[in-house]
Every structure is written in structure tokens, then in C-alpha cells.
Nanobody, 115 residues
Framework: QVYLMESGGGLVQPGGSLRLSCAAS????????LDWHRQAPGKERELVAR???????TYEDFVKGRFTISRDNAWNRVYLQMNSLKPEDTAVYYC?????????WGRGTQVTVSS
């Protein structure tokens, strides 16, 4: 069974930093592309960043230069380093993986950026 668990969210002031972590199990982690998505209140869930099995990364424009996605295949984890946080980054952040034609999500971790 595929299982994803996010952690590392919290309350941070504008301009601050957080590092999110997603632990995965039930998959051959190293062969999968993994995503971070987010969903703000009243908005659609949206892609934030993606990392391929080879380590190629892509970012949505609204986080370029501020967020960094990385992975540790030895520990089956994917990370999202978030710097220069803005109030509009407030959302629940989810990691996602596709396997066997199905999409799997974690339960999410809340990030709140507020003074």
C-alpha cells in the first residue's frame, strides 16, 4: 500500500523559511517523479514543484527562486525548502506520486504565513 506523510508545516512570519518533508512507503521510490502541490482556502489545488527520478526539477512561476525541491532516495523522502515566504503561500501542502495509473496523496501539512 502506498503511503505518503508530510511534515514540517507551521506558522511563520513573512520573509521566513520552512522545510517540508514527505516520507513515502509502498513504492519503489527512486523510479518515481514526485510533486508538491498546495491548496489555499477556497482555491483549487495547484502544482508547486516537481522532481523526476533523475533529479530534474521544475517549478511554478510563483515559487521560482524561493522554493527548492529535493529528494533523498536512501530515505524515501522528498523535501520542499521554502524561503522568502509570503502571505499568499498560506495553504495546505501535499506531496503526490503516480503509480500504476493511480494518483496517491498525503494528508497534507498546513503552512501559514502571517505576522
Amino acid at each position: 500500500q502506498v503511503y505518503l506523510m508530510e511534515s514540517g508545516g507551521g506558522l511563520v512570519q513573512p520573509g521566513g523559511s520552512l522545510r517540508l518533508s514527505c516520507a513515502a512507503s509502498g513504492i519503489n521510490f527512486k523510479i518515481h517523479t514526485l510533486d508538491w502541490h498546495r491548496q489555499a482556502p477556497g482555491k483549487e489545488r495547484e502544482l508547486v514543484a516537481r522532481i523526476s527520478s533523475s533529479g530534474t526539477t521544475t517549478y511554478e512561476d510563483f515559487v521560482k527562486g524561493r522554493f527548492t525541491i529535493s529528494r533523498d532516495n536512501a530515505w524515501n523522502r522528498v523535501y520542499l525548502q521554502m524561503n522568502s515566504l509570503k502571505p499568499e503561500d498560506t495553504a495546505v501542502y501535499y506531496c503526490k506520486v503516480d503509480r500504476g495509473g493511480r494518483t496517491y496523496w498525503g494528508r497534507g501539512t498546513q503552512v501559514t504565513v502571517s505576522s
